[in-house]
């Protein structure tokens, strides 16, 4: 027996966009986990949160949130 090795499917250009837009909102859910976890152990070790004042701008200033 021969095994033959197929490439990876074709994928549409949607598809591409729709893994990366995956793969972006995981990356943040991961980055505000972390964030969270930090938040409370600091709360349980009695030391205030580190961050900087006000608001930040995660988007490219276009005026979108």
Do not use: I
């Not at 930090?38 to 490219?60: C, M």
Request: hydrophobic share 20%; proline share 6%.
């Amino acid at each position: 027996m021969t095994s033959q090795t197929r490439p990876p499917p074709k994928t549409s250009e949607a598809e591409r966009q729709e893994e990366a837009r995956q793969k972006r909102l995981a990356e943040r859910l991961r980055a505000n986990l972390q964030k969270r976890k930090a938040q409370s152990r600091a709360r349980r070790a009695g030391e205030a949160d580190e961050r900087p004042e006000g608001l930040l701008q995660e988007n490219d200033g276009d005026g979108d949130s």
